[in-house]
Nanobody
Framework: QVQLVESGGGLVQPGGSLRLSCAAS????????IGWFRQAPGKEREGVSC????????SYADSVKGRFTISRDNAKNTVYLQMNSLKPEDTAVYYC???????????????????WGQGTQVTVSS
C-alpha cells in the first residue's frame, strides 16, 4: 500500500523549532521530488518547500526562507522539514506530497504530485 505519513507536528511557542518528517511506505522516495505544503484555517493550501529527487535542488516560499530547511534521507525513505524561528502565522496543517517527475527540479504545482499524506498540525502560540 502506497502511503506518506507526516509526523512531528505539535504546539510550540513563537521562536521555537519543530522538525517534521515525511515517511514513505509502499514505494521508494529516491525517485520522487517531495513537497511540503500547508493550509491554515480559512486559507488556501500553499507550497512551503520542495526538494528534487536526483539533484536535491530545493525551493522555498519567501515566507519561510532562512527559517525552514528541507532535507532527505533516502536510506530512511524519509524527508524532513526543519522549522526554526516559528511564527504564529506558520500555524497550519502541514502536508507532504511526492512527485515522480521531479528529478532535477521541484515545483509547488499541486497537480504534479502523485501521493499525499494526511497532514500534521503545527500550532505556534504562546
Amino acid at each position: 500500500q502506497v502511503q506518506l505519513v507526516e509526523s512531528g507536528g505539535g504546539l510550540v511557542q513563537p521562536g521555537g523549532s519543530l522538525r517534521l518528517s515525511c515517511a514513505a511506505s509502499g514505494f521508494t522516495l529516491d525517485y520522487y521530488a517531495i513537497g511540503w505544503f500547508r493550509q491554515a484555517p480559512g486559507k488556501e493550501r500553499e507550497g512551503v518547500s520542495c526538494i528534487s529527487s536526483r539533484s536535491s535542488s530545493t525551493s522555498y516560499a519567501d515566507s519561510v526562507k532562512g527559517r525552514f530547511t528541507i532535507s532527505r534521507d533516502n536510506a530512511k525513505n524519509t524527508v524532513y522539514l526543519q522549522m526554526n524561528s516559528l511564527k504564529p502565522e506558520d500555524t497550519a496543517v502541514y502536508y507532504c506530497a511526492a512527485d515522480i517527475r521531479g528529478s532535477y527540479y521541484c515545483s509547488f504545482g499541486e497537480s504534479r504530485y502523485d501521493y499525499w499524506g494526511q497532514g500534521t498540525q503545527v500550532t505556534v502560540s504562546s
